[in-house]
């Protein structure tokens, strides 16, 4: 009887085992990495429609890493008072947790110096005041992607400017993909070749915010879920639209997407190298966070200028102090790193 027993025992743990070993091997490591997969992003939409950030959810704090030439909050320029917008730049960080919260295969508009081909003329153009082609809303033809409202539209009705954030919502043919602008508004078909893929799983840790009215750069870090810090707070000078060489610093949202640590330039109007501007990041086109020009291209580095935080004068760049340029050029890295320009 007893050796009945433990027989029925053996054969229960048997059973037991062998359910367990059946069971585990019905799991597919493809599909659970899948399932997975499908449960994260749909935590993640779940999460980004449950409450969009505003910027009173944002918290901003200052903690300087670079603390040469620094301004405060609010300074006085000449007889009246500039200062740092910091309310405007907390609703443009939390546009940036937002559009981070759900899941996005992001990509960059690029047509630097029309590298990928001249774009074709929008249906409505006009000739701006460097009398070069653009559209309704004041963005050039050269340097930047065609948009069009359909993939078998004729011309494009707009145009993306070099640097252009996006999210790609399909590449089903061989030449347009379909783009969600986050840089800018509304849904587009944009011909690949304009368009770059820097995959889905973008963190943006540096933003460096460019003031056009009070001539002031300053920089944040991301440190944890809605928090950021002020690592930087300085003077710059914006481009001066003053044609025919001279042009704005567009406002905007645009990547950081390549580094010189001396990017040459020419004299206005010549193919003759005059200088070089140190430590430059480019973000859009032809503008770049700089160091102080150098009017000589074997000259040595300038630290710093008298025009720094006055006016406009700059050829579409964000002149700095060097120093801080080089404090940009190592923290904001190419395709990881926001400009922000506001007004």
């Not at 008072?81 to 919260?101: C, G, S, W, Y």
């Not at 145009?159 to 587009?188: P, Q």
């Not at 003759?272 to 430590?279: D, Q, Y």
Request: net charge positive; proline share 5%; charged share 25%.
């Amino acid at each position: 009887m007893r050796r009945y027993s433990l027989f029925l025992m053996l054969l229960a743990i048997i059973a037991v085992s062998s359910c367990t070993n059946s069971s585990e091997k019905t799991i597919d490591p493809t599909i659970q990495r899948k399932n997975d997969s499908l449960e994260r992003v749909k935590k993640a939409e779940e999460e980004a429609k449950a409450k969009p950030r505003t910027a009173a959810d944002i918290k901003l704090e200052k903690e300087l890493t670079y603390d040469q030439h620094s301004l405060e909050e609010t300074y006085p320029y000449k007889d009246t008072t500039r200062q740092f917008q910091l309310e405007k730049i907390k609703e443009k960080l939390a546009f940036i947790e937002n559009f981070q919260r759900a899941p996005h295969n992001y990509a960059v508009l690029q047509n630097y110096k029309n590298r990928n081909g001249e774009s074709p003329v929008v249906e409505h153009f006009v000739r701006n005041a460097y009398k070069r082609v653009s559209d309704t809303l004041g963005t050039e033809r050269y340097q930047s992607a065609p948009l069009y409202p359909a993939e078998d539209s004729d011309k494009p009705a707009i145009y993306g400017r070099d640097g252009s954030l996006v999210s790609l919502e399909s590449s089903d043919t061989l030449k347009m993909v379909k783009v969600n602008g986050i840089s800018f508004e509304g849904s587009w078909f944009v011909p690949k070749r304009y368009v770059k893929s820097i995959g889905d799983s973008l963190n943006i840790t540096h933003v460096n915010f460019v003031d056009v009215t009070n001539q002031n750069i300053l920089t944040v870090e991301r440190t944890g879920e809605d928090e950021w810090k002020i690592r930087s707070m300085n003077p710059a000078t914006s481009g001066l639209h003053r044609p025919p060489h001279q042009m704005e610093t567009p406002v905007g949202i645009f990547m950081v997407q390549e580094q010189k640590s001396k990017m040459f330039y020419y004299g206005d109007g010549t193919t003759t190298i005059e200088g070089f501007a140190p430590w430059a990041s480019r973000f859009t086109n032809g503008g770049y966070i700089h160091g102080i020009p150098v009017n000589n291209p074997k000259g040595k580095i300038v630290e710093y200028s008298w025009s720094l935080g006055t006016t406009p004068r700059s050829h579409m760049c964000v002149r700095n102090a060097s120093s801080h340029a080089k404090f940009v050029y190592d923290t904001s890295k190419p395709f990881k790193s926001l400009v922000v320009v506001i007004d």
